[in-house]
């Protein structure tokens, strides 16, 4: 589904951060991607989904068969990447339902069918907003308006419910949720997957890691993959650290 | 004819010549010393900071539109309690109306009043009206402007309000879309104790408006609530000064604006609390939001707070640039288009502001309004 | 550097007067004096031409009349324009000051004497707007930084005066500025070259004496590229009961790359507290030029005495990715009044601004932060923030703000702020309950509400700093 082949790209002030990356992920499959801080793997997800202070200075990405780096942001979304931000920006005026409805009619848009009914996307919204825990704030408020942190995350994911993508990269979803709103989000996620769906999680920590089991775990140091491995290498990282590694 | 003392001074001849409620001629006479003593603006005049004088000069002042004569004439006696002292002017948005006006316009809201819907003229070249609302009236003024054709049109207005205790008033102020119209606006507000005065505004752009509001904050607990909005294309020009004074214990004041600015328009907003010596428990809100949407536009903001006393909650705010990034690429990374999330950002900008005043049926008709020129300007 | 811990009842610790002979003219200002002056100091001829341009603009001008100053315009005519202490010359010995000057800084706490003086501070001493001495010149001269008087530096360094002089504030800027760049005495020059770091924090302290002159002093600070220097700035008054002028010019340029901190802790005679009676007037024109890209130019003030502060260091931001700063903490008190503040000028693209001003006023005093903020047109991504906090001590005070904030470019964004407080008697009791005096309370306070601001002085002074504010703050609170 997703193939990266030699990704390199830069920040504004010139300084390059990912300098030859290489990952492949097919359908059906978890990945985990891990690493220490400043390594690149926050960058890795931006640059996926286009955020336009990261320039990529060389290398190729391929999205089902696509050129992935030649499209807008709004497109790589519309054709099926979803990506769960480690900050979720709050966007207070604009509802959060209102917003979640206009990204999936922009979807079906894009692939030439009809917008989403009134009773079909309601019917969407109370399926997940009670697999997730969320009570009927979250349908008042503006985008993220006032969330506590683990709350942004777990709106993170009932967007990624409502939507329905095909490659869903989860940026540090662990990171500031506690051990209950953890679970309902693995939950969340482990529900989404099936064979014609990948997910990439990016995080530190072991614990997600327990809850939503990866087929396949890499770790990024210094703008590259140094390692990969299978499953065990999670716990073999959670003893040892990053440094052994070379 | 342009803008300057002489050209004035010929107006006030010729309407003394034609005779216009003569008992007014001591007002007259006194503001037109007043303004003989300040002049006209000079560059970087205080009141009149960030309006361009060339454009200011240019204006010809020749009524073209005047009132018929109030039914009833008022004397000056009748409103004594209320009209404001001319030698306490210095800002020529409040002596014109009050020097050029053909007469006054007297409104007493009476205290059955229950949300009654005053409409004030808002076309003719010089208005002044004088408005007193009894003790816990309810009363909406409606201060409106038709859109003119394509002829040059000058108009200074001003009102007068003296609100008692108890009261609640609701101004809605629109500036219709008219790029041939230059207007000035001026609002002397006094507010009694316990009484409250919400003001929402809007300029749909004008080749220059300004708007002045002076609102005095004169009885404890009294309330002044401003929010206004510009939404702006090509080279309109919007200028506001707004200058509330606290001088009882208790008072509160908001003042809330925001513009967005298309083509090569400018705005300004210089806002002013000032809270006099032994005000204590009170509050004062300011806070000015522009959105710069084009490289030709310039908005300016001075948010001036003046504080005598040190038991007051005063705070102001002001910021200046565009749509935020962040919140553009999270929509975006959602599918949605860049001009859908442009759309969405800028519509949740303006209602935003509109939101915080309490909704009235007044307050719709803004809405309606603002909705009508953001989707002029940003079709879809 | 001064010692502020031993003030008794926080009487001005300052106020004495040295005996000394000095050379003056009589009062007056006019082409002939300015003329008379200049040959006095032998002057090149291009800095006697500047003079004379300067006055022929000042003439054309009018005093500033800002609606929150209570001022009679100032008698130009009735201040000596042309006082210089009778010494030797200076010399780069210590040997050959006067006893009496160098007695008089030691009692400012500013000894000059080799063995006392600090080891990391080079000072120039300045009385009554002369250069007296300037300590470690030989050692800066290693490293090719020139720290000298600006009379020496007219008649060392012509050229760099002469390519640099009213470049950042030209005469025609206002009307002190005019009046002096007409008959500026004496002042510092700092010159640091390309790439060099200077090691020891760079300091002029200035020292009124004589009732009747003003004080017209000029510095210029200017560092290469990659360099940089950190600049103290110290200044104390007699106690006289007429009022004194002192109007002075500064004068900051970066180049690419180059970093200037430029910091003041000013205690100007402020005047009888009871009476409002003498003080200073403190007139002064501090622009900094970042003129290279990745220039940076950072100002931090304590302001405390003087008995009208008239000063807006500002910065022209005119390199790509050029910085500026703005810190102050302006205390007032008695019948002190303060309007100051900064200006923030974006030209260049990616250029960033940082105001942080807190102003404590007390007793009947007025203090005011006046600041403007301008994004030009072609200033893309410009920032600036700006935080403006005032706390007032007492109900006969007065704190206003006065920001101007003027975009012209979409890409750039500005956030400006400013609340208001008071010391919370709630506070002063609960540090009074643990068994905190009254004084040293609303001191923790004070200093709590200016920390932003401290912690960007240099080295000792931030703890100075807020002694010097607990000292002033005594009368004033419960």
Known sequence: ?246 | MALELTSIQEIVLANQAAGYSPQWEPVRTAFLSQLQKIGMPKPRSSAFFWVPLSLLQKINPKPTAVPKAAPSPVVPSQVAPWTVQAQTQNDIAAILPALLATSPLFIDVKASADWQVISLDGDSSYVHTIAHVASGAKVRFLWKNATPGTAQVFSAQRLDLQVSEQAEVEIIEIIAESPTLSAMRHAHIEIGANASVRWLGLDCGAQLSRTSVDAHLCGSEAVFEIRALSILDQSAQSHRRIQVYHEAPGVRSEQFVRHVLLGSSQASCDTLVEILKGVTATKAHQLVNSLLLSPDVKASAKPTLIIHNDEVEASHGTTCGELDAMQLFYLESRGLSQADSRQLLLNAFVRALIETHPTSPASAEVTQFAQATMQRRFPE | MSNTAEIPNGEYKYGFVTDIENDAFEKGLSEDVIRRASAMRNEPQFLLDFRLKAYAKLLTMEQPDWAYLKLAPVDLQDIVYYSAPKTKKQHDSIEDVDQELLDTFEKLGIPLQEQKRLANVAIDAVFDSVSIYTSHKKKLMEFGIIFCSFGEAVHEYPELIEQYLGSVVPPGDNYFAALNSAVFSDGSFVYIPPGIKCPMDLSTYFRINNKESGQFERTMIIVDVGASVSYLEGCTAPEFSTNQLHSAIVELVALDNASIKYSTVQNWYAGDRKTGLGGVYNFVTKRGRCAGKKSHISWTQVETGSAITWKYPSCILQGDDSVGEFYSVALTNGHMQADTGTKMIHIGKNTRSTIISKGICADQSSNAYRGMVEIRPGAQGARNFTQCDSMLIGNNCSANTFPYITCSNPSAKTEHEATTSRISEEQLFYFQSRGIAREEAVGAVVGGFCKDVFRELPGEFAAEAQQLLTLKLEHSVG
């Not at chain 1, 891990?34 to 997800?45: E, R, Y």
């Not at chain 1, 206009?102 to 309601?122: P, T």
């Not at chain 1, 099936?194 to 089991?213: C, E, G, M, N």
């Open chain 1, 1 to 246: 589904m997703l193939k990266i082949h030699n990704l390199k790209c830069q920040i504004p002030d010139g300084t390059e951060i990912l300098k030859g990356l290489d990952l492949e992920v097919k359908a059906g499959e978890i990945h985990a991607i891990m690493g220490p801080n400043g390594a690149g793997k926050s960058t890795l997800s931006r640059v996926l989904s286009g955020h336009p202070d990261f320039s990529v200075t060389s290398g190729t990405v391929s999205f089902l068969d696509q050129n992935l780096l030649e499209l807008d942001v709004s497109a790589r979304a519309n054709m099926g990447i979803f990506m769960g931000f480690q900050y979720p920006t709050e966007i207070p005026g604009v509802n959060n339902l209102q917003f979640m409805r206009m990204a999936v009619d922009a979807k079906r848009k894009y692939a030439g069918l009809e917008k989403i009914s009134d009773a079909e996307f309601l019917a969407l919204i109370d399926k997940w907003t009670a697999v997730l825990e969320m009570d009927t704030r979250y349908r008042e408020r503006g985008v993220n308006e006032g969330f506590s942190g683990g709350e942004k995350k777990r709106n993170e994911i009932l967007q990624m419910a409502v939507m329905q993508p095909k490659l869903a990269i989860l940026d540090e979803t662990d990171s500031g949720v506690d051990i209950d709103a953890l679970r309902i989000i693995s939950q969340g996620i482990n529900n989404l997957m099936s064979p014609d769906k990948a997910i990439i999680l990016v995080t530190h920590y072991q614990r997600l890691l327990d809850l939503v089991k990866p087929h396949k775990i890499h770790v990024l140091r210094a703008g590259r993959i140094v390692l990969s491995g299978g499953p065990e290498l999670a716990l073999e990282l959670e003893k040892r650290g990053y440094d052994w590694i070379d």
